[in-house]
């Protein structure tokens, strides 16, 4: 009797034992299963570096529907587009989620129809552009559903009619987002040009899906974040342009992280009034003299150094090849305007962008579409691309007549970044959280918990 029972409770042990074994191997393997995912997730995020966003090499997009929201603006004239700089820019995006495996949907914008379809704002006229820089046929679809794209062969790209002919798309409508995100596996935001805007197609679709940054949004995000996100120091910013009404955020933002503030153009004359110092029919803000002061101030204490025109370039008329001579700043005559900087301020700027390793610049010098008043900005940014290209200086430009000038100045190309963003360029230097961005470094959070 007692053999037997010391028999049963000894099978019930090895049983127990057993069964306990079974579950810990169980339980190891989904741990085991966890830890190799987190060693996936940590390999996948040492590849990345310090970025807070996804690029299309962290998504598996194999016969998935990519959703690509893009920004093909374009100039048209005449039925046909005439700059097509901007479809050039998206083509490696495309060509990447293609050799992905993913069936890429082009979502864009073009002009302002102000929430209606109106013929003339339809994408349609960007098709024949769109499938030469493709070398490819492109799908265009005024109404997508999901069943067509579906549908659609593996090898199409295909372009949804422009999101603008919507209501919903720039009240960021969550109905609209909802709409967009049924039709795709995975989001990627190509348009940081439009990264500035929540609407559905940039911000509120990328919080529903899977979402990255496109090839061309990824060059932007990592260039500006090399240039204020993580700089090396002396960080250099160059200032210029109109006015300085329209560069109030920007310019305390930039004070609280450069090392140098540059200021030319019409705004310097602000800054030059404000301490007293004649600058006769110059364009100036002498309302703003006050905040022109509060900001050199600020400056002091940032420890920032505040470059204004030692020299200038005065005229009585803005007009090509008008009569102009170089003064000292404190010599503007009362019936002259400063229209450029002088060589000494030339050779400082150039000075100073040469001892920087990081440049950051907005806004031209001086009137730098009447000659001779382009000279300034023509010499400093051929100094700032020479700088960038010994290898010693990383330099970013943007802002429409920045590109402008750069591109008079024949060195764009020089340059390590000039971002043709726009609105979006200079509120990223403003230092304001951009929407489309946000919600891609929300979407890679989200991916990484
Ligand atoms: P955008 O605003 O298109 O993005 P940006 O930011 O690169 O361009 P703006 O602030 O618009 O540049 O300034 C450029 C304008 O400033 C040019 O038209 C130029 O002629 C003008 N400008 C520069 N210096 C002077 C000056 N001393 N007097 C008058 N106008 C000037």
């Known amino acids: 009797m007692l053999q037997t029972l010391a028999l049963g409770l000894m099978a019930v042990c090895v049983l127990s034992f057993g069964y306990i074994l079974w579950r810990s191997s169980g339980k190891l393997d989904a741990l085991s299963d966890r830890l190799d995912a987190r060693k996936q997730d940590y390999i996948r995020l040492q590849a990345r570096g310090d970025r807070m966003f996804n690029t299309l090499d962290d998504m598996d997009l194999s016969g998935k529907i990519v959703l690509t929201r893009v920004d093909i603006n374009v100039p048209v004239d005449g039925g046909k587009v005439t700059d097509a700089t901007r479809i050039e820019r998206i083509v490696p995006t495309i060509k990447d989620i293609q050799a992905k495996g993913g069936k890429p949907v082009l979502l864009a914008h073009f002009g302002r129809p102000k929430g209606e379809p109106k013929p003339e704002f339809s994408l349609r006229v960007t098709v024949p552009a769109l499938e030469a820089a493709l070398g490819q046929d492109i799908t265009f679809i005024e109404r997508p559903d999901r069943a067509t794209l579906d549908g659609a062969p593996d090898d199409a790209v295909i372009l949804v009619e422009n999101t603008r002919f ?22 990627c935001n190509d348009a940081f040009s ?25 060059a932007e995000l990592n260039a500006l974040g090399k240039a204020l996100g ?6 250099v910013a160059v200032v210029g342009g109109a006015k300085v009404s329209t560069k109030l955020d920007l310019l305390s933002n930039l004070l609280a992280k450069v090392d140098h503030l540059i200021i030319g153009g019409g705004m310097a004359n602000t800054f030059l009034a404000a301490k007293g110092v004649e600058v006769g029919k110059s364009l100036a803000e002498h309302d703003l003299a006050d905040t022109a002061r509060e900001i050199m101030d600020k400056a002091a204490s940032e420890n920032c150094t505040i470059h204004l025109p030692l020299d200038v370039v005065v ?32 050779a400082n700027v150039i000075a100073t962008i040469e001892s920087s390793k990081t440049l950051v610049w907005n806004g031209p010098l001086g009137a730098f579409e009447i000659t001779p008043f382009d000279a300034a900005t023509v010499a400093a940014a051929q100094g700032a691309a020479k700088a960038t290209k010994s290898g010693r200086l990383l330099s970013v430009a943007g802002g429409g007549d920045t590109v402008a000038a750069l591109n008079h100045a024949g060195v764009a190309s020089d340059f390590t970044y000039v971002s043709t963003a726009g609105g979006a360029f200079l509120e990223w230097l403003e230092g304001k959280t951009l929407p489309g961005v946000a919600a891609l470094e929300a979407a890679a959070q989200t991916k990484q918990e």
């Open 166 to 187: 919507s209501s919903m798309e720039e009240k960021n409508d969550p109905k609209m987002a909802q709409f967009l995100a049924s039709l795709g596996d995975v989001y």
């Open 194 to 218: 439009a990264a500035h805007r929540a609407h559905a197609s940039t911000e509120g679709v990328a919080r529903l899906l899977p979402a990255c940054a496109g090839r061309l949004m990824e």
């Open 230 to 235: 993580n700089p090396a120091h002396p960080l």
């Open 315 to 346: 005229a009585q008329e803005f007009a090509a090849n008008a009569w102009s001579k170089t003064v000292p700043v404190d010599q503007c005559p009362p019936d002259a305007m400063i229209l450029d900087a002088g060589p000494e301020t030339v």
